[in-house]
């Protein structure tokens, strides 16, 4: 029986099988999806109750998130656990009930490379509050060595400059030649705001061959 509020976007058994010593990341000291340091931090999947432990809140120190209700919400993650290629993955304090972290693996299937799948690492977020816990790593690297474990053949994000550094230490590459990131919005309303922006870059780290 699913527990309402309870409810995984995926099987959270995944995250107990990933080898955190697959990652070039210095974990000090070591941690992992299954042991994250604290008796109170839980690493795992995004849950259907999790609107109410700040999930939206959490994102909006990544970006705008406009207003989403409830409604709106679970209507989303019935969709995305449809799919099927989604991995939201979220850290909880579970003293407060608050989301304190969170990063997305979606899955691109390819017919390219046989067919293959590209990770593609998408919102990740942390609450600054909470420094010094190494969540930003610890929520990266869960969902990177999952794209792996998954059978992606690469994984990418885009990113701001200043935080090159970052992702450079979790293994990631800015490829040469082959690390620009293009973008085209559409949320200037009827008029098309065009955004070439070649200064912004594409990290990529390639999978397992
Ligand atoms: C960053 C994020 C991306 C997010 C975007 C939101 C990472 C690695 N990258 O590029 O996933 O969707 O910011 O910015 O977390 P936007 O609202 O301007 O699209």
């Not at 609450?127 to 059978?151: D, E, P, S």
Request: glycine share 10%.
């Amino acid at each position: 029986m699913v527990v309402m509020g309870e409810e995984t976007l995926y099987d959270p058994s995944l995250l107990l099988e990933l080898d955190f010593h697959k990652s070039p990341a210095k974990f000090e000291p070591f941690i992992s999806a299954a042991h994250p340091g604290e008796p109170w931090m839980k690493v795992r999947p995004l849950q259907d109750g999790d609107y109410e432990k700040g999930f939206i809140q959490l994102l909006g120190q990544l970006t705008a998130t406009g207003t989403v209700t409830k409604t709106q919400f679970l209507t989303r993650f019935s969709q995305m656990k449809a799919l099927g290629d989604y991995y939201v993955t979220v850290i909880e304090d579970t003293r407060s009930k608050t989301i304190i972290g969170a990063a997305s693996l979606v899955i691109e299937r390819k017919f390219i490379r046989g067919c293959g799948l590209r990770g593609r690492l998408e919102d990740v977020v942390v609450n600054n509050t909470y420094r010094g816990k190494q969540l930003g790593k610890l929520i990266v690297v869960t969902v990177t060595l999952l794209a792996n474990h998954l059978g992606c053949y690469k994984m990418s994000l885009d990113c701001k400059d200043k935080l090159i550094p970052f992702y450079t230490s979790l293994g990631y590459l800015l490829e040469p030649g082959n690390s620009n990131s293009m973008t085209i919005r559409y949320d200037g309303g009827s008029k098309l705001v065009s955004n070439l922006t070649a200064a912004t870059n594409t990290l990529s780290l390639e999978g397992p061959s």
